[in-house]
């Protein structure tokens, strides 16, 4: 998750981007907004500012590998925390969030803006039910982070509603909210903060967000998933692109671009979108961890053989060409043009991805 993804919140971005940049983002931060606004996005957003090892422009990287497992919700020093049915009865021995990890990255990769029903829904339970962040739940997080970071020099703890913190859990967690453990973050957000126990209120600094303007051109951040007729056609212009530049055939290139500038604007851009992101689970293919790894078969089939051409050597280049041209298509830039010039670009950069 980018600060860029984060749509009309501008001046909460800038206060959280300085803050971290100056070094002076508090130990225990609480975003605060109605239910709808981007808290949670905006959190996600941070945790990769701080994590990543190559930020520039006031923007994580997108490609290192902090960045990667950030955004694929697989960091092992950036810690999730959101309410949980009981299934367990007594708060003693109930699941925790870590039980649920799968379900919640996969509820929030598809939408940041999730709100609490529709996580009831997805853990597999009626919507009726009530959600709580149990006692249980404070015990593991004080464990987890009494330990050594693992690869970073920081370690995030994003708490979803503290609001639905049971009493026990919050008294619980007083004390580590209020002297956190060095080099670790709280991130709270909250939509709904005056429910809060008081004495949780206390200990953390808050950022409000702008309410949601209605009116204007609101959109949703993060992964425009294409319908699947989409994805197929994508996904098959996809492979011909990669096959096509790697082999250098220009004469087939070039009826290439011609069919892809026959497309929309809109469908070109939501190409070029899809492109980045299977360029990005390609660079992950790499990385061997397949929990990390969101794919339909036909594209993991596909990536098997490709994602060793995507790798250190490229991924930065082929995600800044891909930006470019879907820059370039928003701008009335001859699509033909366009689609070409990306072709070609790929040439040498597929050629320097599959030297050794
Ligand atoms: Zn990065």
Redesign the pocket.
Known sequence: MFFKDIVGQDSAVQKLRDAIDNNRLPHALMITGPEGTCGLALAWAAA?YI?????HDGE?????P??IQASKLGHPDLHWVYPLINKGGSGKDASTSEDFLPEWREAISQNPYINLSQWIKAQGSDENKQAHIFVSEAGNIIKTLSTKPYESDYRILILWLPEKLNEDAANKLLKIIEEPYEKTYFLLVSHNPDQIIGTIQSRVQRLQLAPIDYLGNFVQPGIQIPDEEDRLYFFEKFCSMMRLSYARKLYDMKKWSEEMSGLGRERQKSFLQYAQNLIRENYVMNLHQPELNYMKPDEEAFSSRFSRFVNAKNVEGIMHELEVAETDVTQNVSSKMIFFDLSLKLIMLLKAGSQT
Do not use: N, P, R, Y
């Open positions: 990769q994590l990543c090892q190559h930020k994580a990287c997108g490609v290192c902090e960045c």
